[in-house]
Each structure stands twice: as C-alpha cells, then as structure tokens.
C-alpha cells in the first residue's frame, strides 16, 4: 500500500499553509496522485490526469473570480456509496454499478469550497459491516498492524487519512462505521447528528438512520469539512435535531460525564481496560477553555459519572436484530432476486434476514424503540456528555474470515444505538495500549451538539503531551496551534449578555443563569462612562448601572459577560422587574454587548456606588443597602412575572405527577432537611423521607381534573400556589397548595406543600 508522501502536507493546516507559502495546486495534486498505488485496496477508482486537471482549471476560475474558498486546493476522498458526477458508484459491487450526472450534496459543497477530489475508496459492501473486509476489491488493512482489520464500512476512507494520502475523507456511518475504522486507526471520526447534513446522492445503507461522516487528523479538521458540507438539501430528512449551543454543562458543577459501569466486554487479552483506564486518567487533564477563548463546558472540572448501559445496548440489538435491517433489503432487493451471487456471502447473509421480518413486527420494533429512548432520555439528566471506548476488541483479519458475523457484531457495542437515538458522536484517538495498538474513545451527546462536541474534542486532542497526540499511522504530530477550532458546525443562536448585580456569579439571582444554561465567557468592566447606583427597596438588593453624558466623569464598572442561547432570553426577560432593563453596553475594550441597565426615574434617590468599582466590591464593604420600606407592598403580591414563571413549572410539575417521574418530582422540591409534604394519608419531613416516599408511590391509575389555579407572589422570590382538583377515582374533592421559593443557584423549588381529599358540596362561585 502507498505510504505518506513525505513532501507533501499532511493536515488542512498543513495544505493551506503551504499555499500560503507559495505552492501551487496544478504541482502538488499531480505529485500526488504520481504516489498512489494502483494496487492500494484502499482505492476502488482514482482520479485520473483528465479528472484531476478539469477540477485544477475550475479551482483557477473560482479565485479569479475573488470566491471565498476555505478549503482551496485541499485534497480529499469520498467513499463508494457517495456520488461523483462522471465516476461509476458500485458500493463495491461492480454489478450494481451505475454512473450519476449529479454529485452528492456533500461533494458539490466542498468542490465548491476549493477541495479537490483525489479518488473513491473501498468499503465494505453496500456499507454492510464494521471490519472493512467485504469486498470484491480485496480486504483494507490496518495501516499500524497489517494483520488486523481497519474497521469497516469506511475502510478505504480511513486508510488513506491514516497514511497521509490526503488530510480528510468522507465516510458514511450508519452503526459505527465513520467511529470504528477512526478507533482503529489513530483518526478523528466525526459522526454528524442525524439529519444534520443533507443525503442526495448518498446511497442508502439504512436511509432513515445514514448520515455522511468525516475522517481527519485532528477536530480542528473535521469541524471546518463538517461547517463546510452540513445543511438541508431538500432531501427526506428523519430525525430533527435543532442545533445546541456550543458548550456542554452548567456553572457551578464540573462537567459530568458518563462511562459505562461495566466494561467486561473490552479485551483484557489486547491490554483494552488498560488503555481505558488511560483514558479516563486524561479527563483530568482537560482544561474547558484549551480550545479557544470561549469555553467547551460552563462549568469547572470533570466529574465522572458511572452509567448502566443497559438502555443503549437494548437500542443496539435492534438495530441487527429487528426489521431495520429491511432498509437495506430496499436497496438492493433487485439485484439480489436476479444475481444473488453478485453480492458478498456474509454481506448477502445479513441483508436476507429482511425476510424474516413483516409491517407488523416493523412498527413492533419501533414502538419499542420509542420506549427505550425514553429510558436513555433519563440518564442525560445526570450526566453532560457520555464518553465510550469506540470499539470493544480488534479482530484480525484471519479471526474475521473465521468469524465473520461474530466478529463484526462485536464491533458495534458502542456505536449501534447512537443513530437510531438521533445523538451525535465523536471518536478521537486516546493511545494505545499496552501492546502497541491503537485504541480509541469516543464522546457521545444529544442531537444538535455538534458544535459543542468539536470544541470538547480539540479540548481532548490538545490534552496529549505537546508532540505525543497519536496521528494516523505513524504521522508527524500536528501543532499545537492547528488543533484549534477556526470553524465550527452550526450551533444554537446566542447573545452575550453583560450583568453587573445580583446576577453576578456567588449572588443571589445567578441561578436564572444557570438555570438557561449560560456559560461565562469573561469577567472585565464597562468603559469608563458608567455609574452605578445601589436601588433602595430592592430584594434582594440591586444596583442600577447608567451612562454618563460625554462632559460627565463616569467609572469603569466591573460586569461578567455571559453568553446565553436565543431561544432562553425571553424567559429571562420576563424576570427582570422595573426599573431594571436590557439595553446595550460598552465594554472597556470598545465592544458593545446587551446588558443591564436602569431607568433615569429608578436612580432618584439611588445611592452612587460607583467609587466601589462594582456591585461586588459594594455587598464585600459591608455597607448597609438603602433599606426597604416596612413591610410587602400590596402590589408586591400579584407580580407578572411570578406567573410567568411558575404557571409553566407548575405544568410541568403535574405532567411529571401523572406520568409518576420519581426523579423529575424529587427535583422539584428543595433538597433539605426543613422541606415538609403532607399528603392525602402520609407526610414527609426532609427531602430523604421525601425521596423515599416517593420512590415507593405506583404509577396513577387515575386522571386529574384541575380547577380554579391560583398563584399568589409574595415579592419575586416567593409564591404560594394553590388549586382544587378532582380525580377520575374518587367522588372527593382535593385540595393542594404548594410554597415556592427562588434559591440561589438552584431556581424555583417547593419548600412545603398539603394536599387533601375531602367530601365537598361547593357554594355557588
């Protein structure tokens, strides 16, 4: 097999940096292409001079006509099943071959972004398997241990990174084959969120679960080649995952992630839990902000969170072991009723179990999905982000050829469920093990956080030893600088957002940040055209920040900028009391951003706090706010705000009781001693007896009718709530009322609450 051409580059980085430099495209892709051998199983068609020159004529005509190109003379490889416009795709089976006029969505966005194609490469057939050996065009080895399989199906994608053929390659992954072959072979194996990046002219596998992955040396890499190729294309699309913001985690907790609890599946004989014991040994290595300015988590540390698997690995045997297997059958059903020995023995084996399996046992199957999904949606609320060997053992080719259907099926242990859950998945290089072989990790969140898994991934990669990140097979180790995101895949819509009193991180109204998932980006001042007023009669206390006129001595007044995702800011809005608003703020390196700011008619009367350099420093003085009438106000009584936020908790406060979520009940309430339930015929004094109660409580076997809510604010951290309710079991009225109280850095939370049934003849309302 051709190795690494040594003169040429290796990463992007390295690609564009050499243009940069003055190489020229029209003499390294002919050098190139010079090297690959004919012969490499890796390749099942190279672009030849003709291809290659037609592609080097339209990269000159886009730069001269001043296009944006980031990946200008950058080559690169697709994987059989993925169309090229002119060039046969077969899914290595020539018999079913055929030749598009149109390229695959994904290819016409990165030419048109400058790459150029260097060939198609070898999979296993119809992208059926994880071991990378069922093909008519012969087996794809390891690069780093010839003897053992490279991991299927993106076999031929991920050889030609691992040696250096060229810095990135599209796969597909429908069970794990754009992680395992990357697990094997010191790659970068990003697994896009289902339905994040558009499928014309990619050959099915299982259509509703495909997506298109990418194969690089480095995040860095594969992050700019996702922002690239992701989008809708008109295409059917069969999960919807909005995109996340671009961070994991909440302030105030380490970042939380999940491994398995039981790991007996990995290989002790490969020396495997060695190596992932080195692996989590890493996590502490890991700094949030290591990718960049911005921070991969909110919050600080790591903290490992042991996780029952159970769950996924009931998703995972459907996969092959239930009608989705039929998706496949669709593709090729033709081909396989006319010349079934046109197919690869094993690849013909499993694709026949579509037989088997009727409509009725189809919508069986998914009905039972749903409810495992279900199950797996509890373990993301205790954990951020879950983080999996990518494969469990590394067969070799021989044990494969003896084994083929065992062997394989081992592989997918912790890749089957990912796509039939809609996640998305990022395997990076984590070692070896004690052997010498490579192993690998891969880190696993809900749908919509690619972006968030990029920056957590360079974070990892820039966790290695400064020349001891393991890079394909045997590469040069990128630098350090290079492992730095410069692009990333599209996340979640956001704002930053200056505070500067009680929202201050340590003081009492953080929480509502927290609580909307905000990440703190810095902790600076305004420019200095500010002062700050201490507002009297205020709960808890807050100060009022204006701007000075420009004949007027104004302070620079210390804020923290927060950043907050759109779709939470409305919420967040909805508490802020008058005088108190959102307007713009100058920071003091001249940047404006949304922040606080206060009325002229609220500073009548305010205190000027401002020689105190900030609200902090004012509360740490000690000195005494402006005192607070004696006293509630009436109108303090029935805030709109109170409302705003408690009608919505309080909803989901009944949903989570009729549907008996022990867990999201228990998070209700405040976790403490003092809390106190009385129920219809039991009581509770402290959150364990709560718990425990709880615990034991059977599922409703009945309905609830709710009648005359009532939510009385006692000021803005306080509420009662009461309604009267009937049940579909009992002629009884009930009565319920709950005390709620706003706690710093936890929110809302039930401090008391008594509910009972009685016999009722109401009164005319």
């Known amino acids: 097999m051709t190795t690494r051409p040594h003169a040429l580059p290796v990463t992007i980085a390295d690609w564009l940096a050499a243009y940069r430099d003055g190489a020229q495209a029209h003499a390294l892709i002919p050098a190139l292409a010079a090297q690959l051998d004919a012969g490499d199983p890796a390749w099942i068609l190279r672009c030849d001079a003709a291809h290659l020159n037609a592609q080097l004529d339209r990269l000159a005509a886009l730069q001269r006509e001043g296009r944006t190109l980031p990946l200008a003379g950058v080559p690169f490889a697709v994987k059989d099943n993925i169309d090229v416009a002119g060039l046969p795709t077969t899914a290595a089976c020539p018999a079913f071959a055929y030749t598009p006029e149109r390229h695959a969505t994904v290819v016409q966005r990165l030419l048109d972004a400058g790459a150029l194609l260097i060939g198609k490469t070898n999979l296993d057939q119809f992208a059926t398997g994880l071991v990378g050996t069922r093909s008519p065009h012969g087996a794809v080895p390891c690069p780093l241990d010839p003897q053992r399989v490279s991991g299927g199906s993106s076999s031929g994608s991920a050889a030609v990174v691992a040696r250096g053929l060229v810095p990135f390659a599209l796969g597909t992954d429908t069970a794990g084959s754009g992680r395992v072959p990357a697990g094997f072979n010191h790659l970068v194996g990003l697994k896009p969120t289902p339905g994040r990046v558009g499928m014309n002219g990619v ?17 860095a890499d594969a992050a700019q080649v996702m922002a690239i190729i992701e989008g809708d294309d008109g295409g059917p699309v069969f999960h919807a995952a909005a995109p996340r913001p671009a961070w994991l985690g909440r302030q105030g907790r380490p970042l939380r992630v999940g491994v398995p609890a039981e790991l007996s599946a990995l290989d002790a004989a490969l020396g495997y839990p060695q190596a992932w014991g080195a692996a989590l040994a890493r996590l502490a290595t890991l700094a949030p902000t290591a990718a960049g300015e911005s921070p991969a988590w909110a919050g600080e540390g790591v903290a490992i969170v042991p996780v029952d698997m159970a769950p996924f690995d009931a998703v995972a045997a459907l996969l092959y072991d239930g009608p989705w297997v039929a998706e496949r059958h669709s593709v090729v059903r033709t081909l396989m009723d006319r010349q079934p020995e046109a197919l690869d023995p094993t690849v013909r084996q499993v694709i026949a179990r579509a037989r088997d399996f009727d409509a009725t046992t189809a919508f069986e199957a998914r009905y039972q999905l749903a409810a495992l999904a279900r199950r797996t949606e509890a373990l993301w609320q205790d954990i951020d982000v879950l983080l ?7 067969p070799t080719l021989d044990e494969v050829a003896a084994e083929p259907v065992r062997r394989n099926s081992a592989l997918g242990r912790y890749t089957n469920f990912v796509n039939l859950l ?23 969140a809900p749908g919509g956080s690619d972006a968030a898994l990029a920056m957590l991934g360079a974070c990892w990669q820039l966790a290695a030893p400064p020349g001891r990140q393991p890079t394909g097979a045997g590469l040069p180790a990128p630098a350090r600088e290079a492992l730095r995101p410069l692009q990333l895949p ?10 500067v009193g009680a929202h201050l991180q340590g003081m009492p109204l953080h929480g509502q940040l927290v609580e909307r998932g905000a990440r703190l980006l810095a902790r600076t001042r305004t420019a200095p055209r500010y002062r700050l007023h201490a507002l009297p009669g205020t709960v808890p206390p807050k100060p009022g920040l204006a701007r000075v006129a420009d004949d007027e001595p104004g302070h620079a007044i210390e804020v923290e900028v927060h950043e907050i995702a759109l779709d939470q800011v409305g919420s967040f809005l909805a508490l802020i009391p008058p005088p108190l608003g959102l307007g713009t703020v100058e920071l003091a390196d001249g940047t404006w951003v949304k922040g606080f700011i206060c009325e002229p008619a609220g500073l009548l009367g305010a205190p000027d706090v401002s020689a105190f350099g900030g609200w902090r420093g004012y509360m740490a003085a000690g000195v005494t706010p402006a005192a607070a009438p004696a006293g509630l106000a009436a109108d303090r009584l029935d805030l709109p705000a109170t409302h705003a936020e408690l009608g919505p908790l309080f909803d989901a406060y009944e ?7 022990v867990e999201a009940l228990t998070g209700f309430f405040w976790d403490d001693p003092r809390v106190t339930r009385y129920g219809i015929a039991d009581r509770q004094w402290g959150a364990d007896a709560l718990a425990a109660w709880r615990a034991g409580v059977p599922a409703p076997t009945f309905t609830r009718q709710l009648l005359h809510p009532r939510v009385l604010g006692l000021g803005p951290d306080v509420a009662v709530i009461q309604v009267e309710f009937l049940r579909s079991d009992s002629v009884l009225r009930g009565f319920q009322t709950q005390v709620w109280a706003r706690l710093a850095g936890q929110g809302w939370k039930i401090a008391a609450a008594h509910v009972s049934m009685i016999e009722w003849t109401p009164s005319p309302d």
Do not use: K, Q, Y
Not at 388 to 394: K, L, N, R
Not at 428 to 441: D, I, N, Q
């Open 203 to 219: 050959l099915p596998a299982c259509r509703t679960l495909d997506v298109v992955s990418v194969f690089a040396l480095t995040v």
């Open 388 to 394: 999996v060997p990518t494969a469990p053992t590394h």
């Open 422 to 444: 809609g996640l998305a998945a990022l395997a990076v290089p984590a070692g070896e093990t004690p052997g010498g072989l490579p192993f690998g990790v891969t880190w696993i």
């Open 490 to 499: 599209a996340s979640a819509p956001t704002m930053a957002l200056a505070v």
């Open 655 to 661: 949903a989570a009781l009729m549907a008996n979520d």
